[in-house]
């Protein structure tokens, strides 16, 4: 799982470029601000509604999620209620699955091996360390939000590993989340009362 995991990052973990997308400069300023707040905090949490798509079967999970740089990330299944207080925890590039009687689907969800506990520390990474390809401002329902998309550069767009975050453009809480693999969308992340902790 973790060998799948560095893969992944792998393909996130890139230079840092302008964006390309629409929202002209105050998108790109917005998004190197946001980029900013990911790299200096020191912790964040929110509860996440995620959608993992295997094609023919798909699985929906709540998750509460905290995460600390100098600890370890903690995510604590909610829903559905069969495996209702399962906790995957991940520390040092290690994953631990902690469950009373349960099993949890952990199968790839792509070619990458990206697995539905990988796939909420990898939208962090990316949050922290994705390529920028393109950012724009969207209207949503009256309110302003940050649309950022990360990909390899040397992918056309719709193929390889392809992130799409949405951000609260002046706190920048996590609102939503997409993980694709050649334009197939296989998670999505709804983030609710999503919080970043800075540096003291």
Not at 83 to 102: F, K, M, P, S
Not at 130 to 147: I, K, M, P, S, T
Not at 162 to 190: H, K, M, Y
Request: proline share 4%; charged share 20%; with cysteine.
């Amino acid at each position: 799982m973790r060998r799948g995991l560095c893969a992944l990052m792998m393909t996130l973990v890139l230079p840092l470029a302008a964006c390309g997308g629409g929202g002209g400069n105050e998108a790109e300023a917005l998004a190197l601000e946001v980029r900013s707040r990911y790299l200096e905090m020191t912790a964040c949490a929110g509860h996440l509604e995620l959608t993992a798509d295997y094609g023919q079967r798909v699985y929906v999970y709540g998750v509460n999620l905290t995460w600390e740089k100098e600890g370890e990330t903690c995510l604590t299944l909610t829903a559905p209620e069969n495996v209702a207080g399962t906790v995957a925890r991940i520390a040092n590039g290690e994953t631990v699955l902690e469950y009373d009687g349960v099993m949890v689907e952990t199968g790839e969800l792509d070619g990458a091996g990206l697995t539905p506990v990988d796939a909420v520390p990898a939208l962090l990474t990316c949050a922290r360390e994705g390529f920028l390809a393109e950012c724009a401002l969207e209207d949503w329902d009256g309110a302003q939000r940050l649309h950022v998309t990360s990909r390899d550069p040397e992918e056309e767009p719709g193929s390889g590993v392809e992130t799409q975050l949405w951000f609260q453009p002046d706190t920048g809480a996590l609102l939503r989340g997409e993980i694709s693999s050649d334009g197939f969308t296989v998670v999505t992340c709804e983030a609710v009362n999503f919080t970043l902790t800075g540096p003291a």
